[in-house]
């Protein structure tokens, strides 16, 4: 059973830093890019960051530029995503996704990833 599980989300004040964690079992992402999308109430999701397997690229979404940084661990299959300066604009729930197989993709858009986590809810006070 292929599952994405995501963990590390809560309650934190503005200005405060959450770090979220993504493992992926029950099939190999090897060579997958990897992703954070979320969505808040009342909007659709959107994407937040990405990288590739191989080499480390990454992509953000300009709300998030410079702020959060995404990261992975090819031999635990475990994305991250370090959280800083939060805002309340950043409340959400936060998605892990899994792309198809692509060293050195970098996908973007949702319609890419095959697999998706539950989500983690992320709120920040203001």
């Known amino acids: 059973q292929v599952q994405l599980v995501e963990s590390g989300g809560g309650l934190v004040q503005t200005g405060g830093s959450l770090r979220l964690s993504c493992a992926a079992s029950g099939r190999t992402f090897r060579g997958s890019p990897m992703g954070w999308f979320r969505q808040a109430p009342g909007k659709e999701r959107e994407f937040v960051a990405a990288?590739?397997?191989?080499?480390?690229?990454?992509a953000y979404a300009d709300s998030v530029k410079g702020r959060f940084t995404i990261s992975r661990d090819n031999a635990k299959i475990t994305v991250y995503l370090q959280m800083n300066s939060l805002k309340p604009e950043d409340t959400a729930v936060y998605y892990c996704?899994?792309?198809?197989?692509?060293?050195?993709?970098?996908?973007?858009?949702?319609?890419?990833?095959?697999?998706w986590g539950r989500g983690t809810q992320v709120t920040v006070s203001s």
């Open positions: 996704a899994a792309g198809r197989f692509s060293p050195q993709g970098l996908d973007v858009t949702s319609d890419d990833y095959d697999y």
């Open positions: 990288i590739s397997w191989s080499l480390g690229n990454t």
